[in-house]
């Protein structure tokens, strides 16, 4: 199966020139083979059971493939983080395919699940079913109809309602080690980001979030009036909401519409600051295991 997905690399002659050698993509494809069955294995847990894992780790592999051929070392951007959304993204796309539930039937599950949540609220217990039916104005034939509708379809959850177990529903009161470092590594790159902002801009949001101050003693400080200092703080969060979301979830990133103008390079160079002060090793050394700030952090 490797040897099939790796010659994938070179089957689309139409994209432009990679930025790694066949090679070295071929190499990043064999080591992050395991994430792809970790995101599958992740997705598996949260959907029925009858969905083949085969079609979704095709699908995974397929996106692995395509994450090495287009990923950018240059731009900073570790490529776990870079190919985990471009699988995620496949994986869904792939539910979604195999889903025959009408907008209807989504429409009606969400309002159904929406009526329960609330009744429960009320009544302080599970709605019976002719209470449900009565606050929906329908007939618990049809009720009954529309969740046999809904058990039929293959993917159940990504619409935004909730058809899950009650056990499904309960969450873990810690998180798993994996998430655990994956909250640790945020952590560290948003302390890093705040570091790489300019000064004036990292001093509005080190001592107005960080430190707690009032914005009038900052604005003292600095000379210039509330307003202005609002306005700092508006310019530099969106900066670090850009520049978060250029390195953990590149999806999200704004598309400059003029590259080559003041803003966009200015932006751009902020960006390949937050990667040049930062590295896994630097990032989980501002909290303990258990995600805590540890004390260099703070007095940063």
């Given amino acids: 199966m490797t040897s099939t997905i790796v010659a ?3 089957a689309d002659t139409t994209t432009a020139v ?5 090679a070295e993509q071929e190499e990043l494809i064999r080591s ?24 979704l780790t095709s699908a995974g592999l397929h996106a692995l493939v395509t ?5 950018d070392p240059t731009r ?3 490529f776990h983080r870079f190919a985990s959304t471009r699988i995620r993204g496949a994986i869904l796309d792939e539910l979604r395919s195999l889903d025959w539930a009408t907008r209807s039937v989504r429409s009606k599950a969400r309002n159904t699940d929406a009526t329960r949540q609330s009744l429960m609220t009320t009544l302080g217990r599970t709605p019976t079913a002719e209470e449900l039916a009565q606050a929906l104005g329908t007939t618990t034939t ?3 109809q529309t969740d046999n509708d809904v058990q039929r379809a293959t993917v159940l959850s990504l619409q935004g309602f909730t058809t899950s177990s009650a056990d499904d ?17 945020q952590i560290g790159y948003l302390h890093h980001a705040i570091g790489s902002l300019p000064e004036r801009l990292q001093l509005v949001i080190t001592e107005y979030f960080l430190k707690e101050r009032p914005m009038a003693d900052i604005a003292a400080d600095l000379g210039v009036t509330e307003s202005r200092v609002s306005q700092l703080r ?21 598309v400059p519409e003029n590259p080559e103008g003041i803003t966009a390079r200015r932006r751009a160079s902020y960006y390949s600051s937050i990667a040049g002060n930062t590295n896994l090793h630097s990032r989980l050394a501002l909290t303990n295991a258990y995600g805590h700030t540890t004390l260099a952090a703070a007095v940063a």
């Fill in 8 to 10: 994938d690399i070179t």
């Fill in 142 to 144: 049809e009720l009954n």
């Fill in 32 to 55: 992050h083979m395991p994430l792809v069955g970790h995101l599958v294995r992740d997705m598996l847990t949260r959907i029925p059971n009858h969905i083949h894992r085969d079609d």
């Fill in 67 to 71: 994450a090495a051929r287009g990923w």
């Fill in 234 to 254: 508006a310019e530099a969060l969106s900066l670090l909401k850009d520049g978060l979301n250029t390195h953990l979830d590149p999806h999200l990133a704004p």
């Fill in 76 to 78: 900073g951007i570790p």
């Fill in 169 to 185: 529903l309960v969450t873990e009161a810690a998180p798993g080690p994996e998430d655990m470092l994956i909250r640790r590594e």
């Fill in 18 to 22: 990679p930025a790694l050698s066949a």
